[in-house]
């Protein structure tokens, strides 16, 4: 069973930065589709960055120019830089990954709060 394990959460005021690192427990198979999404109090989970293994990276239109989603192939690894924070990026990330794009995830990590004040 792969487990991922969110770190690098925290509080910080607007306009500053966090950065978010999730590691998969296995280094056996590549998880070529590693994500980030997030959750705010009382609302839907979200998606907010994707990054695959070739390269290819996209990011939702609230945090576009703001947010860098990058990875380290070898360790299964997944980064999320956030600058410019916002109260509404308030929530509880989570990384989720699997070895192929399908639209859903088969490895979902516990979640790292951000808590963002104004």
């Known amino acids: 069973q792969v487990q991922l394990v969110e770190s690098g959460g925290g509080t910080v005021q607007a306009g500053g930065s966090l950065r978010l690192s999730c590691e998969a427990s296995t280094k056996s198979f590549s998880l070529n589709v590693m994500a980030w999404y997030r959750q705010a109090p009382g609302k839907q989970r979200e998606w907010v960055a994707l990054a695959l293994s070739g390269g290819v990276s996209t990011y939702a239109d609230s945090v576009k120019g703001r947010f860098t989603i990058s990875r380290d192939n070898a360790k299964n690894t997944v980064y999320l830089q956030m600058n410019s924070l916002k109260p509404e990026d308030t929530g509880v990330y989570y990384c989720?990954?699997?070895?192929?794009?399908?639209?859903?995830?088969?490895?979902w990590g516990q979640g790292t709060q951000v808590t963002v004040s104004s």
């Open positions: 989720a990954a699997d070895t192929v794009f399908r639209g859903k995830y088969n490895y």
